[in-house]
């Protein structure tokens, strides 16, 4: 079936051994796309998801929400 070059950036056919166990062929999905529940509710979405992209939206153009630690010199956004 089809699969995803990165190389091409495009998805291409190829056929591939899968892992095995049991004789039965086992497909490995990345843990951070498992969940318990099937939708996100719009706290969970907003905390996890949208603070983060706003926090490097704000770092990338340096917005008067950065900060920048004086011993350290790193950049932060502050969440207030």
Request: glycine share 4%; aromatic share 14%; no cysteine.
């Amino acid at each position: 079936g089809p699969v995803w070059s990165a190389q091409r950036a495009d998805w291409v056919a190829s056929d591939l051994e899968l892992p095995v166990y049991d004789r039965k062929p086992i497909l490995l999905v990345p843990k951070f796309s498992v969940r318990f529940k099937l939708s996100l509710d719009s706290q969970e979405f907003y905390n996890h998801y949208m603070v983060e992209f706003l926090k490097r939206e704000y770092l990338n153009s340096n917005s008067g929400l950065v900060q920048v630690l004086k011993n350290t010199g790193e950049r932060y956004v502050t969440k207030k």
